[in-house]
């Protein structure tokens, strides 16, 4: 069975901190996907990014990077200098190459305060 | 130009009462979603279709009914409504499907439901 765990719930730092949201996964696929996406007080749902099974090179988009690591089945994704519009819910997603199911994990509330 | 667009956006109605979302999708995408956000952020999906084909249906009762009449739209429908039915529904649309793997999905703006 495939499962995304993000154990951190809620998270709250002051604005320009670094913040790190943790994901961890578990499947049994060779090929897989992993997805953040971010869904901000508005409610909608935005897509950050997309990484396979295969490259685990570190991402790097502006303010935004992202740590896989295979070994560990983790796929952090980290704000440097955050703001206050950074604050919203953050998904960690995973999807096997059976389907086009994504699993969500239960997602993190960032506060960033000013 | 709204990729994913819902209607309604908000929608309030009675125990007991059918409604319908609607959803539509201008990326030119062969597969669209029905995924269910609790009160809690939980979200799980509930339906897929891919050229009009059902491809995912998880364990939702059959009171909801997905409809697709072309792969640029995909309507659900519920019956019978309940409380516990109340929840933001969100409808995605993404690239691949079927067994093609994962593709990322793009969400609509989201459909408050509260049953009373």
């Known amino acids: 069975a495939q499962k995304v765990t993000q154990a951190q719930t809620e998270i709250s730092v002051v604005e320009k901190e670094d913040v790190t949201l943790d994901c961890v996964y578990e499947?049994?696929?060779?090929?897989?996907?992993l997805f953040w996406y971010k869904q901000p007080p508005s409610g909608e749902l935005v897509f950050l990014i997309r990484?396979?099974?295969?490259?685990?090179q570190n991402e790097i988009s502006g303010r935004y990077s992202w740590n896989f690591q295979k070994s560990t089945s983790s796929f952090n994704f980290t704000i440097t200098a955050s703001q206050v519009v950074d604050s919203a819910v953050y998904f960690c997603?995973?999807?096997?190459?059976?389907?086009?199911?994504?699993?969500f994990g239960k997602g993190t509330r960032l506060h960033i305060l000013p | 130009d709204t990729a994913v667009s819902q209607t309604p956006k908000y929608l309030v109605t009675q125990m007991g009462n059918d409604k319908s979302i609607k959803c539509e999708q201008n990326?030119?995408?062969?597969?669209m979603y029905w995924y269910k956000q609790d009160s809690k952020k939980f979200l799980k999906i509930m339906f897929s279709?891919?050229?009009?084909?059902?491809?995912i249906n998880e364990t939702v009762p059959n009171r909801f009914s997905p409809k697709s009449p072309d792969k640029a739209h995909l309507n659900l429908h519920i019956n019978s409504l309940e409380l516990g039915d109340s929840a933001v529904y969100f409808c995605?649309?993404?690239?691949?499907?079927?067994?093609?793997?994962?593709?990322?999905?793009?969400f609509g703006p989201g459909t408050r439901l509260t049953v009373t």
């Open positions: 995605a649309s993404s690239q691949g499907g079927g067994l093609a793997g994962a593709y990322e999905q793009y």
């Open positions: 499947t049994r696929d060779t090929t897989y996907y």
């Open positions: 990484r396979n099974s295969f490259d685990e």
């Open positions: 997603a995973l999807s096997g190459n059976r389907d086009d199911k994504i699993i």
């Open positions: 990326l030119g995408h062969d597969t």
């Open positions: 279709y891919n050229n009009k084909e059902l491809i």
